[in-house]
């Protein structure tokens, strides 16, 4: 079969001009047009494969020009359906509804955006993912900041060059940096200075494994299999991570001994739990000053949520614009330390485990407390509330669930106690 | 030509001994003495041209122990026309004058170095360029964060190796990573994990285009060529931007369409002029607050700008010692998270222009209003100020042109009929 | 010797069966279990010289599972002498002691763990090190936060694979980027992008020194040759830092003059007592709180340190957790900008120097500063304090020995003087 193919890519390649498969004129235009696009396509498997300009492309040249032949998904599954699949079932798929676009409320949104969220008419998002349209941000920062990674859910380009076809490329970890970089999740950084990264750079990929290897194993493009947790780094339900938790498991067996890897992995998660609770210590610690009145400004005084309106939101859908400096430090602690805490475990480096991330965490918590202590006193509320003060703070914390219905009981006892 | 110039390579390389170029006893010394630079002289094309020591050098052995047979531009320009022409045309040549020390009525200032930017007893910059020598700082201090980078206006050893002439050296974007990285402008890290970056390291500079490629084509040393705004972010005057976007686009177009490289740079432009929108709005409160006599320290009482004297400064020449708390917070927005917004962007890099540029931005201007409002409330000036207090504030913002007569007359009336 | 030593391993590798070499049955079920260490062993000097794996693990299996057969230096040394007396008398050596361990009074903790720097039933710690087993901490964070690194006392394969003999791996200086990385000491960043470090990579170790060719001279596995500091910046004794010196200017001369090592170095020395200077007098700052009981929280009202009791601390033993935010500037000040600075000036980094480095520490003395006066001026002692607080203070210096007795009573004369 492959010999087939080969020799089919031989006599494609040397017994006809490429243009042959190209429609009339692409080729002898484009070559000045965009003369990178035509080098590429002509050292392709596609070109060698007599796969020319209009297959992808179509021949409405009108079209493309406005934009509206652009090559998705849909123009690629039809011959690569494992890796479509792969990828529909995998989180780049969701990529698209999870983070497109970052504009609130601007003149300039274009009227057909929202279908990407929305049918017609229809306020409900079509499907379950989170919409993160909440900044005050033009088109063009949305473009580069947002839709340049979070495209990948439908453009397969966004990891594979548009025209070249080399698997060099796009099993290079490089072709992974380009969106798993940065304050928010260095998976790249943190792989390239791990052990499994620095003797892929030292010895190769045989020695070092990359991101490939485990997260794309055999060449899936479901590069999903084996998280055991969302992406803002929240544990998935038991029933859930456990079959994910053998999937990789079964990678890591390619190398190690099972109890090994087995170990490994735990140790994440033990450190994703601690980890979690100091986060929870914060938020706590952010939504008593929001139950006293004390955030400057509170979410009343500010532009409006535009999912939960004026009220504290210190979930995925966290903004980090117009909020207070005691939610911003919150906001900092969340998705840049935390996230490089666990993300380190896992990727095991040390480095960013600890100095880039929980050294970190444990700096926020002294800021955000010593924050919190400012604005209590700063309106005379510290050392002492008043025993309503006190009171109205415990009934909001039992509404919000944080206080059981003992814990809420008793916590009010003791507070009536001390003024009796 | 070519030929020719080859083959007297050769012959250089094969008949003669190497020494044979030097001044007598160079090499023998100096093989000893400095046996890295003897090695690569000799591999070097000088070496093979039959260039020696002497010719770039000179013979007074006792001038070069003292330092004062500096091999810069001067030495080289006679041979190398071209690229010094360049060079001397580009913004590479403002360095010295932009950036030469930073060393602050101390003592141990050598009484030659004003001469880079004064006549002597003239305390006129002889030259146009801003003068950073600012800071209290060592002379060491000085050289290796100030000079060793910003010597590029006369040091051709900059980028290229001192006695090697290797182009795969100075060809390599790790030449110019040296200088162009860092907080203030990261343009290596960004290019590195940009498309253009991470193709470079996959597939190589025929797919992935360089430093080199963009900013110095076919060769030219003038690395200035198609900017369109000046080191600090702000943009050019439309006449001076036009021709340079032209240049740009026209390398743009050696591999991508015309209309594809115009949109990308006309969506830097958007992300530029939008940032700097909240840099002023950041800018305007640190200037309020000077107005209003609430920074702490005050510039009165504090070590004075050695160009502006007691004044608050917030343009290129603002300082990082010294300062209240809030002008550190606008230094670090400025200097850091706008550059690298912009910068991102241009470079087509999503994680710099959002997480490390613009969300960083936003951050800062959530800690400028904090520390305001803090500032404020500390002197009992919030929530209102006395209609006397306005109406200064008022008259200072006119002055300095931050409200036009109109707008003056128009905000004094209010205040004035408030208190009626 | 070299010949017999080929002529043996080509024997080896030839005329017998590897698995000869292992015991009956290693091979046959690693290859399952453990694949890539089989795989890396066949490969290796060690099966190439009839090294099996009963040599280094020994034969009792049980013990191997129960993690009782670690493969320390203790297995190496007798083969491999001259590294490990060079490694003992390293720094190396002495990481265990530093760094093992940052867990506190935790149900957790190991019986046995305490032996690394007690004998059973002694409080004094048996080495000098000091110990920093401070934080409240998880034991799988301390495994990957802390032991990943400082295991490398006693783990040759901290550096060295554990199964393959490769150098191609050991002298790549991403072997070392795995612990010498990050915001506390970026070596590997800030050798990467400077001058020995962007040569390195564009012609090669042999024009740009890596870590080895600098801190393992000739092969040495004594790390710490050549420095004149302690690990946390603080520079040796005179007697001590020069015969260090000098065997780091021998390594410089192997490719520069004597007087350009020498100069080179001199700077790293003036860039380091100028950076202590200013992190001394942000020290003083904090201390002049403490002093005046102005932290928040001072720390008897926090968790005692485990070493200094309810005690404020700011030595290479400083806490970063459960401080006050001013302390949490100056641990970053001291630990992150400090080392930056001086770890970039003797690497040459004109970035780390300045921007990672002195910049920050300015910027933080700002911050450091703000803080004070907000703590100040909360209790009310800002702008004076009353004559009796501020003979208290004097006195508290004078204790501490900041004050000598001469300034002490010349201070305290000033003071009477005022309220005469």
Redesign the interface.
Known sequence: MKLFATLLTIIAATSLPLSAFAAPGCIECHEK?????VV?WKESAHAKAGIGCEKCHGTDHDKMLRGEAKVTIKVCAPCHKKAAEDHLASRHSLALQAGWGCTRKLPSRKPGECRFCHREGDETAKIKAQCARF?K??P??Q????N??HSVATACDSCH?KH?T?L??VR?P??C???H????HPQ?EMWQ???H???N???GRS?GPDCQTCHMPRGSHNVSGGLTMNSGGVPSPAKEAEPERQKMLKICA?????T?GKKELE?GD??RA?SLAMLKEAERIVWELNDLGLL?PMPAQRPEHPLSGAKLVTDAQML??????IE?LF??MKKYDYARTIK??YH?N???????G??EM??D???IK?EA??LK??KGTAPTLTAEEELTLLKKKFDRGVLSAEQYSAEKAKVLERVK
């Open positions: 047009e965009t003369p990178a696009a590429q900044l941000q033009s063009e920062m473009e580069i900041g947002c340049y990674c060059s070249s080399s060099k490329i290079d490089n072709s940096a380009k969106c970089m940065g304050p928010d790249w200075t791990s052990l990264g620095t003797l750079q030292s010895a020695v390619e190398c190690h001994a099972p090994f140790r033990a450190v601690q400057d980090y614009e117009d909020t207070s400096h911003r906001f900092k380190g475990a095991q040390p480095a960013y485990t600890h100095w880039y929980n050294a444990k700096m918590l002294i800021d010593a202590a400012r006193e700063r």
